[in-house]
């Protein structure tokens, strides 16, 4: 029985990516989890994100996914490969769990003319050195400087990112980050609630700086990966249907959710209990 496409993050960030997504892919089926009782994950250790991470992938597959994307960069930085080598074998080893890390750094290079990149993250993110260990991969020339938000998911998830107050932090951010690496030119915004930051991040940044969301990236990825495993193609579901489930308040996660999505969201409250 075929199934749709699960999309999993720790609260709404996630929504972008989905939205990029279902822009790109629209035939296909969406359920989407966000785990909005436990966020930030970023502050969490890695034993923490890796659990949370497992069950809220679990969950989808309960809810018939054959392929899940973790749109979360705090659970692919922490939590993914475990969950690809160790448990996929034993729980699924039919179904697929991708991450937002490796189809970013895959095209990294490519934006720099500098050879220098910045990256804004979780603490968990930056801390776990993905982004510099998979971009060498790619572009080992590269030169990629990391710096750490971890007042923006708050801001964000409060709906206190428009706010002046959310000014200080981003410049705060900004300026370490490019003390660290003068000639940075391309940034790229490495957790998927920074988007909604995006206007104070442009007012703060040099013209010349290019600003990468990943959400065009990921859709670009799912679509060459598709293509490239046609035996997974053929298990997803194409009845243009979009669920929504939170760990949370479900109320709460509509009034905040089409901030993020873009449109409208009406999701269902679903226990990990």
Same mark, same amino acid.
């Given at each position: 029985m075929n199934g749709p496409i699960g999309v999993f993050d720790s609260g709404y960030g996630g929504l972008t990516v989905m %939205?990029?997504?279902?822009? /790109?892919?629209?035939? =296909?089926? =969406?359920? =989407?989890?966000?785990?909005n009782a436990r966020v930030p994950y970023g502050p969490r250790s890695f034993e923490s994100v890796y659990q949370f991470t497992l069950e809220c992938v679990q969950q *989808?597959?309960?809810?018939?996914? !054959?392929?899940?994307?973790?749109?979360?960069? +705090?659970?692919?930085a922490k939590a993914l490969r475990t969950i690809q080598q160790n448990d996929l074998p034993k729980i699924a080893p039919d179904r697929r769990v991708l991450?937002?890390? %490796?189809? +970013? +750094? $895959?095209?990294?290079?490519?934006?720099?003319?500098?050879?220098q990149v910045g990256i804004l993250g979780t603490t968990c993110t930056v801390s776990s050195r993905s982004y510099v260990i998979e971009a060498e991969k790619f572009f080992p020339e590269l030169q990629v400087f990391q710096e750490a938000c971890p007042m923006w998911v708050?801001?964000?998830e409060n709906g206190e990112h428009q706010s002046p107050?959310?000014?200080?932090?981003?410049?705060?951010?900004?300026? %370490?980050?490019?003390?660290?690496g003068p000639r940075i030119d391309t940034i790229v915004l490495a957790c998927t609630h920074y988007p909604l930051l995006l206007p104070k991040i442009q007012a703060?940044? !040099?013209?010349?700086i290019r600003i990468i969301t990943q959400?065009?990236?990921? /859709? $670009?990825?799912l679509t060459d990966y598709l293509q490239r495993h046609p035996a997974m193609e053929q298990q997803l579901s194409t009845g243009d249907s979009r669920r929504f489930f939170t760990t949370d308040s479900s109320a709460d996660f509509d009034?905040?959710?089409? *901030?993020? =999505?873009? $449109?409208?969201v009406h999701s269902e409250h679903l226990s990990l209990s």
């Open positions: %939205r990029s997504l279902v822009d /790109a892919l629209p035939q =296909y089926d =969406y359920c =989407y989890l966000g785990d *989808l597959f309960d809810l018939g996914c !054959p392929l899940v994307i973790l749109a979360c960069n +705090t659970a692919s991450g937002v890390i %490796r189809p +970013t +750094t $895959e095209q990294l290079g490519h934006f720099s003319q500098s050879g708050p801001l964000v107050g959310a000014d200080y932090f981003i410049q705060q951010h900004l300026q %370490r980050l490019l003390a660290h703060h940044l !040099p013209g010349n959400g065009p990236l990921i /859709a $670009e990825s009034a905040k959710a089409a *901030l993020f =999505y873009g $449109e409208t």
